[in-house]
């Protein structure tokens, strides 16, 4: 999942999974942590397709 929202100075985005979401925020483990989103400031939201698989190494 990705969520952009607002920060200061402008908007940014958390890319992983959604781990939480109640009435006042959304949770969104990204590679390096949990982001705790207030709903207020998320401007959107999408499903994503999980990576595709590494290929292996041609010999």
Not at 8 to 22: R, Y
Not at 27 to 39: N, S
Request: charged share 25%; aromatic share 2%.
């Amino acid at each position: 999942m990705v969520v952009r929202y607002r920060i200061e100075g402008g908007l940014t985005d958390a890319l992983g999974h959604l781990v939480a979401c109640d009435a006042g925020a959304c949770t969104i483990r990204t590679r390096q942590a949990d982001v705790v989103i207030p709903l207020e400031l998320v401007v959107a939201a999408k499903e994503v397709p999980p990576a595709p698989e590494r290929r292996r190494p041609r010999a």
